[in-house]
């Protein structure tokens, strides 16, 4: 297995401009997931502040959580301002390319546009391919409204570095221009279009962060109930599964998650589903019938993430019916934390675990 190029040294995590770039690509969920409304509601904890770290997590992310915390949180546009939302995801688009383009072009992973049953992708092939039977699908994080596949090459360029497979990284259109209906079709003509090219099923993965983790769980099954294959494995981080807002730790770590809140997300999922369709499972994947031939699936998360319940209730979801799916939890960490400090070693196991699960399962 290829080693990873990702420096263990936690004071990298302290220089400002560190703690502005990882703040800036932690899966744009800094930008997307707040947009200076009040919490949601009333956060459990009667602790006044921040709740503060356990001693247990590593040393660079009090000061992260702090960042984080401080990190200006744009004004997000009402659900069906279309111009409005696309002038917001590229400017945010065009400052995150810039800021992670040093360390993309650092993997020496190389990347060309395509298209996929008429679907936009990024390719990204590592400098020494391990095998070019194998593939691993990508779905970005962004809340659904927020994000291009353009903005968010480092977390599927150190995909492909560590995997050494070649890494297809979807493109799909963005609420409000698409809802759930279209980006979830999306997602099941990039697979047949790369079966169509003589790729395998169960020589493809995929992985998503965040809405890209949802997109993938509830795509997954749309494939499957349109009778097209699925692949070999699924990796999903912190992924975003109950539009419906209905998971406890919605609540109970309002306090201690310094990036999402429902009031942030509540604008870009009314941007994505209507309200009648909030639990459907191809939006809503938590609420989906697993007990068909689901493949195996790694759910990571953090236990500081108000997404938390997310992750269980999907886990819980999926065991129950019979699906060989393995819950990954890290203490301490946030939402996304594997892109959010990826030098950090909590990212770094998440990562390893993520790439041994992929390759396992894709070269089996």
Known sequence: MSEFNFKSDSRSMHTAPRRAFLSACGALAAAVAAHGA??????????????????????????????????????????????AWDALRQRLAAMFEEMSRERVAATGVRSRKGTLGGVPVIWLEPPHVRR?????????????????AGSTLLAPAQMALATGFCVVSIDYTTAPRAKWERTTGDVGKVFSALYADGYAPRRIGCFGDSAGGGLLAGALLRMLDRKIPLPAAAALWSPWTDLDFQGDTLLTLAA?????????????????????????PYASPVYGDYSKSYPPTLVQCGLREVLLSDSVRLYQAMAAGGVAVTLDAYEGMPHVHQTMADTSPEAQRAIAKTVAFLIGHIES
Not at 43 to 49: A, I, T
Not at 54 to 70: C, I, Q
């Open 132 to 148: 070019r039977d194998c593939l691993i699908v990508y779905a970005h994080g962004g809340a659904y409204t927020l994000g291009t």
């Open 256 to 280: 201690a998650d310094p990036i999402v809140s429902t009031e942030a997300l509540r604008p870009s999922r009314d941007a994505y589903v209507d309200a009648g369709e909030r639990r459907n």
């Open 38 to 83: 009040a919490r949601a509601a009333a956060p459990v904890s009667s602790l006044p502040g921040p709740i503060p770290l356990p001693p247990t997590v590593s040393d660079g992310w009090p000061r992260m959580f702090a960042d984080l915390a401080a990190f200006p949180k744009p004004a997000l546009p009402s659900p069906d301002d279309v111009e």
